[in-house]
């Protein structure tokens, strides 16, 4: 399977919107989201993955998440971190 090349970007959206715009967005058929720990809405994110997974057929392993590494973390000793949190 590949990745789809139209994804839901997650940057600057606003706190408490941010949810029910992926929730809306993984019901509309979209398979990619985009976000990063430093966007600092991820777990809100988890909320709306979490809830779809629940009410809907759409199951984790289909959906494509992609996060980044940032630059502040590119120290080999901070990278497993980094991805952790993420």
Sequence with gaps: EKIPLIGLGTWKS???????????ALKSGYL???????????G??????????EKTQ????????????WNTDHAPDRVEAALKKS
């Design 14 to 24: 606003e706190p408490g919107k941010v949810k029910a715009a992926v929730v809306e």
């Design 32 to 42: 990619h989201v985009d976000c990063a720990s430093v966007y600092e809405n991820e």
């Design 44 to 53: 809100e994110i988890g909320e709306a993955f979490q809830e779809v997974f």
């Design 58 to 69: 759409l199951e984790r392993e289909e959906v494509f998440v992609t996060s980044k590494l």
